[in-house]
Structure formats: C-alpha cells, structure tokens
C-alpha cells in the first residue's frame, strides 16, 4: 500500500503538484520542414499555429507505434517533446532526412530541466521555457540555469514534490499510457484510443495505409481503456468474458485513493469495451471503465 496520502490528497485538492522527469525535447526547422514532418507522424503539422501544440504518433510501416510526442509551433520551429525511453528513437527518424533537403534538427533534451506542474494557479512561462499544456496542468522544459529559480518559486508556493511511486499513481488515475509498460511496438497505433492523435485528412504518411483501413473499413480488435477491480491484480495478467473467451491484458496496476479501488489499464477487446462491461481476471471481477478515472473537474 502506497505512503504518500498527504502528498496524494493535496495534489486532488488543488494545491500545486511538482514532478520532474527525464523527456526529450528535439527542435525541427527549415523551408521543407513541414513536409518531411507530415510524411513521418500521424497529425497535420502544417495546421498547427504559431504557439499551439497538437499530440502525434511516429508509426512504422506496419502502423505499429514507434513513440507519442508533442509538437509545439514557435518561431518558426517545431518543437519535440518525448518520453525518455522514445527519445533517441524520435530523434534518430528526424535526423535522418537532414541529409535530404532544407530540415534541420538539434536534440536539445541537455539544455533544459522538464517539470509537471499541477494545478498551477499563475503563469511561469518565460520566453526561454519550452511550454506544453494537458488537461493536468504545464509541462514546462526549463534551461539549466534558471531550472533552480524555478524550483526555488514553486517551493516558496507550497508545491507539493511528487515521488516516483505518487506520479505513477497519477499517471494511471489520469489514464496515461507509458511506453515499454502500457504500449509499445507491437501496439497498432489507433488502438490507443487518444484523440486527436490522428488526422485523416492530410497526405500520406508512413504506416498510413494500414492506419486509414481501420479507420474507414472496420474497428480496431482491442482498444486502451481502464478497469476498476473488485481485489488487487497483477500486471500482464490476461482479462476473460464470463464465458471464458479472451477479452484482452492488463498492462498497469495501481491503488487510487480517489475511488478506494485498484484500478487498471489494459487493452480490452472490442466486443468487451462498453463501460461497465465486467471481466474476469484470475480470481477477482474488472469492470470496464472509460479513462480517465478522475475527472479532468477534479484537478482544477
């Protein structure tokens, strides 16, 4: 059983929440960036206006997810942000068309210090910060050299410094997939369910074809989702119907104090993914639950 409730209750009761992690972060620009861009990742990147970001996925040729980044617009760059274990695998399917035309890309991941801030009650960024915004507060890339000021800010503000084990907490509550553990190579990249992940109006791109045929001509086979669970499970443990048929697999396992149940994330087979639909997993009862688990109300 987790021992951060103190922490835990005062991140869910508003008060800011302070999380830093490895990301990556990868600047791209020149004259056919837009171009190159669009022919690699799943969102319409010409479409994206200055200081607005959209979410996106690299697939591979299979359609199979290589990572999720978000894409920021500024000055004329377009600015990469990637979980830690994606980082080298982003950077090195941007590098690779420098050599090809006017595309230039620079891995600045170094440079900078990245916090998850909750519950931000004013604005922090400054015109050197690299900014993302998500339902649960600012995603900030902050230089090295002010990266203790800013800490130094938020402490004197009360932040609540989030462990590990509380952001992993979070992090499933909020219904987050992490790459290597909920998603990965073998995921085909609608089945993540995340939206506006995907635009299906723009030009080709790699995995396309495989991407667009799900889309226009059936359902995906299984689709990211959570469960609420009568008793504690394990993860990678497989999810069954009632009448013994497979029903999909557990991929991450956490105790949410907000609902006084585990819960999970897993993918859950098509004719399963009604919210309410209750499965079987060894010896206790899940019950499909549309993420997130807390309500996006509840963080603000």
Request: proline residues 2%; charged residues 25%.
């Amino acid at each position: 059983m987790q021992n951060f409730s103190n922490e835990y209750n005062r991140v869910r009761g508003n008060e800011i929440g302070l999380f830093e992690q490895n990301r990556g972060l990868i600047a791209v620009w020149g004259r056919e960036a837009v171009q190159f861009l669009n022919g690699l990742v799943t969102n319409d990147v010409a479409k994206i206006e200055e200081n607005a970001q959209v979410s996106a996925a690299f697939p591979n040729a299979q359609g199979r997810l290589l990572a999720i980044v978000r894409i920021l617009r500024r000055d004329d760059k377009f600015f990469f942000e990637t979980e830690a274990a994606t980082h080298e695998k982003v950077f090195n399917n941007l590098f690779r068309f420098t050599f090809a035309g006017d595309f230039f890309v620079e891995d600045l991941s170094d440079n900078f210090r990245y916090f998850e801030i909750s519950n931000l009650k004013s604005q922090i960024s400054k015109s050197d910060y690299i900014e993302f915004q998500n339902d649960f507060g600012a995603n900030v890339f902050v230089p090295n050299d002010a990266a203790e000021s800013l800490l130094t800010e938020l402490r004197n503000d009360n932040a609540v410094e989030i462990s590990d084990e509380l952001y992993e907490t979070l992090r499933i509550e909020n219904g987050i997939p992490k790459y290597g553990v909920d998603a990965g190579e073998t995921t085909i990249i609608p089945e993540l369910g995340i939206e506006n992940l995907i635009s299906y109006n723009k030009g080709c791109y790699i995995g396309q074809e495989i991407i667009a045929r799900i889309h226009f001509r059936g359902h995906i086979a299984k689709q990211f989702t959570g469960l609420i669970l009568e008793k504690q499970a394990k993860s990678n443990e497989e999810l069954k119907s009632f009448d013994g048929k497979n029903a999909g697999r557990i991929t991450s396992v956490t105790f949410s104090p907000q609902l006084e149940k585990y819960i999970a994330l897993a993918f859950v087979r098509y004719d399963y993914l009604a919210e309410g639909t209750r499965l079987k997993v060894g010896e206790t009862t899940a019950t499909v639950k549309h993420l997130p688990f807390v309500a996006q109300d509840k963080l603000k």
